[in-house]
């Protein structure tokens, strides 16, 4: 009886065995990320090593103590190939996530009034007065007509300008105003509506979607062509499909043949002429700080990018900044340089110099400062390479497995990118067969500090007018990374 017993659970663990192992091959084919002189002999080994277990279990394991032995270890093997397939899956759908740009981009429009109004809620909106943007008219024709639908009817006075909007709305011209979420981190950022948070609410929102034009012009072999990619990290707080202010702004120019990264920044205040394809929605030819034209979504930073440098960008890669903070947290924080001089100390953070370790909250405030720093925009574009650097050397190391799947998670809802999933696997397969040791450059333009009239608030704002010279060199130093030249040859 006891040897019957043994026999069907060996035959049941050798099933199981083979199963667990099949399943995680599938996976690692699935992946595609695998060169073959990796997955041949991989495969291989997990062929041998289950035909050893199923031996050892069914003909060689005869006493009790062999037995167990032999049982512990295949269940072992078992749970291993069922996580590492499990792992596996979840990069699958996270590549697969980041990869599928949406088709359209959401826009959330919210009817505010101050926290002492005595308006509590839709029902007691009908004939009150409204403020709204002539800029923003598809938003506001979305709220009115849905209101309306409702039997509530609103007196709409239309505003050429965020400030004249605002001026209204605190003055009593107007009871409520209707804004587009994406602009609430204007407003903050005005210094005379730094409270606007605490000082209003919503009392109304919907929302509706714009048409995504954001799409790539590949290269014909990513593991050998120079491309260039255009990070954008947005400051949505809707969501990572919403549209928002571009708050990080880099090019990173990847040369495949010299194993040469160039990261060239720009400022989110650089005074620059918007381009856009028709549909964004941008105001074509307008004057504003680039970081406004995040606003008509990532399409049209890319465009107005392309125009000030006189490139053309290949891959867009956009990042939520917001939901950056999750991942930092699931890292368990990340590690930031602070230079000799600019250590500070607010309400949101406090950094010293040399290595600072940061939760999610403080990667955030330190990544979005530029009050702090003499510098202002400048070293906020800094701060922020470090976040993002601090996040990739935290991402790859080996205790991050503990936490993969949710990391994995995490990442589908932070990242979105215009490169395809095959070229992605394509960049990895050629990393492990040839195991490159690739050289990081950077490069930021600079200019100079004024106050001028920005498009998209209709009012005049700080900005940085560019210093042409830096603009100049930022472009002939990504011509001769594309070259196959180095960008510290450029002088």
């Known amino acids: 009886m006891k040897s019957k ?38 495969t291989i080994g997990v062929v041998v ?17 062999s037995k167990i032995i032999c049982v512990v270890l295949t269940l072992l093997v078992c749970a291993v190939s069922c996580f590492g397939g499990y792992y596996i899956s979840k990069t699958k759908n996270a590549l697969s996530n980041i990869t599928n740009v949406a088709k359209h981009a959401k826009n959330t429009v919210s009817v505010i009034v101050k926290e002492s109004s005595s308006i509590k809620d839709k029902s007691q909106l009908n004939g009150v007065s409204v403020g709204s943007l002539r800029l923003n008219e598809q938003g506001s024709k979305k709220v009115l007509k849905e209101l309306s639908g409702e039997g509530i009817v609103l007196n709409q006075t239309e505003y050429d300008s965020m400030t004249a909007l605002l001026e209204a709305f605190y003055n009593g011209e107007v009871d409520s105003i209707i804004i587009n979420e994406s602009s609430r981190s204007q407003i903050l950022d005005m210094e005379a509506y730094s409270n606007f948070d605490s000082n209003t609410r919503v009392v109304y929102q919907t929302s509706y979607k714009v048409k995504n034009n954001d799409s790539a012009t590949s290269v014909s072999d990513i593991t050998s062509k ?11 707080r809707g969501g990572f499909d919403e549209n928002g202010r571009s708050d990080v702004i880099m090019i990173a120019t990847v040369n495949p043949k010299t194993h040469t990264i160039l990261l060239t920044s720009v400022p989110r205040d650089f005074y620059v002429t918007t381009a856009c394809d028709a549909g964004d929605g941008c105001m074509q030819g307008a004057l504003d700080k680039i970081t406004h034209t995040g606003i008509h979504g990532t399409n049209t930073t890319k465009r107005t990018v392309e125009q000030l440098l006189g490139i053309e960008i290949n891959y867009t890669f956009k990042v939520g900044f917001d939901t950056v903070t999750e991942l930092v947290d699931i890292l368990g924080g990340v590690d930031v340089y602070v230079e000799p001089g600019y250590a500070t100390t607010n309400s949101l953070y406090s950094v010293h110099e040399g290595i600072n370790h940061l939760n999610a909250e403080q990667a955030l405030a330190f990544a979005r400062d530029r009050y702090s720093y003499t510098e202002g925009d400048r070293q906020r574009t800094k701060n922020q390479q470090q976040v993002l650097m601090g996040i990739v050397k935290e991402a790859t190391k080996p205790s991050v497995i503990t936490n993969y799947a949710a990391i994995m998670d995490t990442i589908a809802n932070t990242f979105s990118t215009t490169m395809s999933n095959e070229e992605i696997t394509d960049l990895i397969k050629y990393q492990l067969n040839n195991n490159p040791t690739w050289k990081m450059e950077q490069y930021m333009v600079d200019g100079t500090g004024d106050t001028l009239m ?13 210093d ?16 196959g030249k180095s960008s510290e040859d450029v002088k």
Request: aromatic share 10%; with cysteine.
């Open 226 to 236: 120079p491309f260039n990619v255009l990070i954008s990290g947005s400051d949505t």
């Open 468 to 483: 042409q010279s830096t603009v100049k060199m930022a472009k002939d130093k990504i011509n001769a990374v594309l070259a």
């Open 454 to 466: 920005c498009a998209e608030l209709g009012d005049a704002a700080s900005v940085m007018v560019p």
């Open 5 to 42: 017993f043994s026999k069907v659970l060996s035959i049941l663990l050798s099933v199981v065995l083979v199963i667990s192992s099949f399943y995680l091959l599938y996976q690692v084919i699935r992946l595609n990320v695998l060169p073959s002189k990796f997955l041949f002999p991989l």
């Open 49 to 65: 090593l289950d035909a050893i277990f199923i031996l050892l279990l069914i003909y060689f394991s005869k006493n009790v103590v």
